[in-house]
């Protein structure tokens, strides 16, 4: 899974990845480390006589492997082999709230042979479905618009709704995913640094954009300065409502503030960050 984000995590910095050698070369090398771990984890349950009722089982109560893992895990590896399993899960296994998370995988599996049309009337039905606990299975319902999202892009249909929704479900995953997003961008970069920070984050997989009508995220950097040390300053939402909030950080390193940034934009950090509204809360303190 580490491998997959570093990956995404790459493609996602640098949309256009393909035309460099040295890109292209780093995404090749961990696409082979990815392969190599997977197989190497694959064969090892192989090996399990209990992987039918412990790995792939959904949910087993002798399991600590999450559903999210095992989907990292099965993803890649006999395709045909998975799609039979999983529907004779969703017609066998009795626990009735567990089975539209197996209708999950066999909506993704059948978007992997490209039968985008029944992967869809899957998903459809997973979104609509009431037993759904969205602020319980946050993670699974994000995965289901994540799928959604990738089967309406092959099947040419407009999906800003699932985007939009998909974003402020979970704007955590949206980096790691391979989905673009469109954003309205707020910023008053001056100097050489900050124009250079700006132009890293313009070379994002984002899809920029000046329509104050577009459906899309509101991004504002601020820059500034506390004391001697350069600060930056940024909040974004869409349609009002808050994904990450106004935060500031300093910083001393370009390239690292660059590279951290635009993951900041969505809700993913570090401990380095102080929000607007901790600093408040101190300063009353």
């Not at 082979?32 to 197989?39: A, D, G, P, R």
């Not at 992987?51 to 999450?66: A, N």
């Not at 606990?133 to 249909?157: G, H, N, P, T, W």
């Not at 910023?187 to 577009?214: G, V, Y």
Request: with cysteine.
């Amino acid at each position: 899974m580490l491998k997959v984000k570093e990956i995404e995590q790459l493609k996602f910095l640098n949309k256009d990845w393909w035309y460099s050698p040295t890109l292209l070369s780093n995404v090749a090398k961990l696409t082979v480390e990815k392969y190599s771990l997977q197989f190497l984890i694959i064969n090892q349950f192989s090996t399990n006589p209990e992987r039918d009722q412990v790995i792939y089982k959904l949910f087993s109560t002798e399991s600590t492997v999450s559903f999210d893992e095992v989907w990292h895990l099965i993803e890649g590896f006999s395709t045909n082999y998975f799609i039979n399993k999983f529907e004779n899960a969703v017609q066998s296994d009795k626990r009735i709230l567990v089975k539209k998370y197996f209708k999950l995988f066999l909506a993704k599996l059948l978007l992997k042979k490209e039968e985008y049309t029944k992967a869809s009337s899957i998903l459809k039905e997973l979104l609509n479905d009431p037993k759904v606990d969205k602020a319980y299975e946050k993670l699974f319902y994000a995965r289901v618009l994540e799928a959604m999202i990738q089967c309406s892009e092959k099947l040419k249909e407009d999906n800003t709704e699932l985007v939009a929704g998909y974003t402020l479900e979970y704007p955590q995953l949206l980096p790691f995913s391979g989905i673009q997003v469109a954003m309205r961008l707020h910023s008053n970069e001056k100097t050489a640094i900050e124009k250079q920070i700006i132009a890293s984050l313009k070379k994002c997989h984002i899809q920029f954009t000046d329509d104050l009508s577009a459906n899309a995220m509101d991004v504002n950097i601020m820059f500034g300065k506390k004391g001697n040390s350069p600060l930056i300053q940024y909040s974004s939402k869409w349609n009002n409502e808050v994904i990450a909030p106004e935060t500031e950080i300093s910083y001393t390193d370009t390239k690292s503030i660059a590279e951290r940034l635009p993951f900041y934009l969505f809700n993913i950090g570090d401990d380095d960050r102080t929000t607007m509204a901790m600093s408040q809360k101190e300063k009353r303190k």
